[in-house]
Structure formats: C-alpha cells, structure tokens
C-alpha cells in the first residue's frame, strides 16, 4: 500500500504558471503509471494527464505532466492561468498489491 | 464519441439496496478494464471497485468491500454496481471509468447522485 500526498490548496495569477506536486510514500513513484484529473465545481472528472505525460486529445498543451525519480514525485504543471483552470485536480496511480486505483487528495487551484 | 453513461442513482433508505448501471459506447467495451468512483459531499475522489474485460478478476476497497458487487455485460455495453446495506457514509456522486491502456487514456463518465436517507 502507498499514499499519493498532494497539496491541500495552490494558487498563481492570470498567464503565470503553477505546479502542483504527488509525492508517493511507499514504493517508487516509477512502479506505475501516475493520471492526472481536474474536477471542477458541478462537473465530473476529465482526464489532463495520463502514462505520466501524456495528453489527451482536446487537452490544452499549457498542461504537462513529469516524473521525478528523485523526489519520489509527479508534478503536473499548468502554464498560461486562464480562470477556467480553477477548481480541484487529482493524481492518481495503480496500486499492485490492492489491485485498485490509489488517489492523491486532491489540490484545489484558485486563480488570481 | 466515446461515452460512459451512469444511471440508477437516487435516494434510498440505510440498509437498503441500489443497482448503478454504466452504459458505454463509442469503443469496444469489451477490452477494457472498467472503475467505480465516487465523491462524497465536500471530499475527494475514492476509488471503489475494478472488474477486468472478461469480468475473472473483481477487487475492492476496503469501505465497500463485502457489500457492493461489481459486474459487467459484455454484450449490453454495461456495467453495474450492486450496492447492498448502504449506508449514510455512501452518499456521494458515483462515476464509472475505463481504465487506461497503453497510450489510450482514462474516461470518466459524468455521474450519478446516490443519497442515503431515512
């Protein structure tokens, strides 16, 4: 079993950049595949990031996903803040020995 | 397009008993692994139940386990989830997902509210 931790709350202004980071506790962030959703008020979850960096069709290019083995950590990161961009967002990954999907608890974007 | 439809939820009764369904269309449902989730009022998302494509291997977490049944029909485009004994703590928006695939991404349908109430 492991923990994906994010943080509770970010914010940046209108054009600028955030990062927001899934810092798996237990195992490497590398065993599996990290997804990455936003949830916006009154919507369901759509997909930004999934297979640590890739973007579905339709997904804005001002959103990117990486890896980083030595910080144990997936980061998604959103450039060019439009107010759109504001509500919570999820990291996710597969959990082996429970066979089931493992969440982060969730960020919540306010921007500025 | 590809598309997940939930349906079946509403307000039920503590111990009572609720059948979500999850039509899908626009891929062959049949080679996918398939997800429940759901969010609870002001929470985040929780993993709930995984079926494999030919319906062998179906795990939970723990806060369902023993009392919600995952299942599938293939040839209907659909999967269910089968909750029994539900509780307060079970209120929530319930969606199904598709799992994701090698280069092929995960997609969420759009939810169905599931109110515990006496």
């Known amino acids: 079993n492991f923990v994906l931790t994010q943080p509770h709350s970010v914010s940046g202004s209108l054009g600028k950049a955030v990062t927001i980071t899934c810092t798996r506790n237990g195992g490497s962030i590398a065993y599996n595949h990290v997804q990455w959703y936003q949830l916006r008020p009154g919507g369901s979850p759509t997909t930004l990031i999934y297979q640590d960096s890739l973007r579905p069709l339709g997904v804005p290019d001002r959103f990117s996903g990486s890896v980083g083995r030595s910080s144990n950590s997936a980061s998604l990161t959103i450039t060019g803040l439009k107010a759109e961009d504001e509500g919570n967002y999820y990291c996710q990954s597969y959990d082996g020995t429970n066979h089931g999907w493992v969440f982060g608890g969730g960020t919540e974007l306010t921007v500025l | 397009q590809v598309q997940l439809v939930e349906s079946g939820g509403g307000v039920v009764q503590p111990q009572r008993s609720l059948r979500l369904s999850c039509t899908a269309s626009?891929?062959?449902?049949?080679?996918?692994?398939m997800n429940w989730v759901r969010q609870a009022p002001g929470k985040g998302l929780e993993w709930l139940a995984i079926?494999?494509?030919?319906?062998?291997?179906?795990y939970y977490a723990d806060s369902v386990r023993g009392r919600f049944t995952v299942s599938r029909d293939n040839s209907k485009n659909t999967l269910y989830l089968q909750m029994n004994n539900v509780r307060s703590e079970d209120t929530g928006v319930y969606y199904c997902?598709?799992?994701?695939?090698?280069?092929?991404?995960?997609?969420w349908g759009r939810g169905t509210q599931v109110i515990v109430s006496s």
């Open positions: 626009g891929f062959a449902f049949r080679n996918f692994v």
């Open positions: 079926i494999s494509s030919d319906q062998s291997h179906k």
């Open positions: 997902a598709r799992d994701f695939q090698p280069n092929i991404e995960v997609i």
